[in-house]
Nanobody
Framework: QVQLVESGGGLVQPGESLILSCVISGSGFPIRAMAWYRQAPGNQRESIAQITSGGYSNYADTVKGRFTISRDNAKNMVYLEMKNLKLEDTAVYYC????????????????WGQGTLVTVSS
């Protein structure tokens, strides 16, 4: 089973930066891609950044140019560097592991972290 633990959240002012970390442990399934999601109060959880095992990254328009996702395979870590934070970036941020659909197990293989809260406030 794959376990994910996020850290690095906190309270920052608009314009400041923050780096979130996600530790990947366990070996339940091969991970095709990692992603960061976020969920603001009253909103649905949304995908904001993804990175494949090959290092290709993709971003939501709301964070493009401000956030950077990276992974260190040797350390089993995924990071989200957030710059120029805005009030609307306030949310719980979740780390996500995508293992794809398993025909053998007949289910989609995935794992979620418990989330870390980022609050942007003046």
């Amino acid at each position: 089973q794959v376990q994910l633990v996020e850290s690095g959240g906190g309270l920052v002012q608009p314009g400041e930066s923050l780096i979130l970390s996600c530790v990947i442990s366990g070996s339940g399934f091969p991970i095709r891609a990692m992603a960061w999601y976020r969920q603001a109060p009253g909103n649905q959880r949304e995908s904001i950044a993804q990175i494949t095992s090959g290092g290709y990254s993709n971003y939501a328009d709301t964070v493009k140019g401000r956030f950077t996702i990276s992974r260190d395979n040797a350390k089993n870590m995924v990071y989200l560097e957030m710059k120029n934070l805005k009030l609307e970036d306030t949310a719980v941020y979740y780390c996500y592991a995508d293992g794809g659909y398993s025909a053998n197990e007949r289910k989609y293989l995935e794992a979620w972290g418990q989330g870390t809260l980022v609050t942007v406030s003046s």
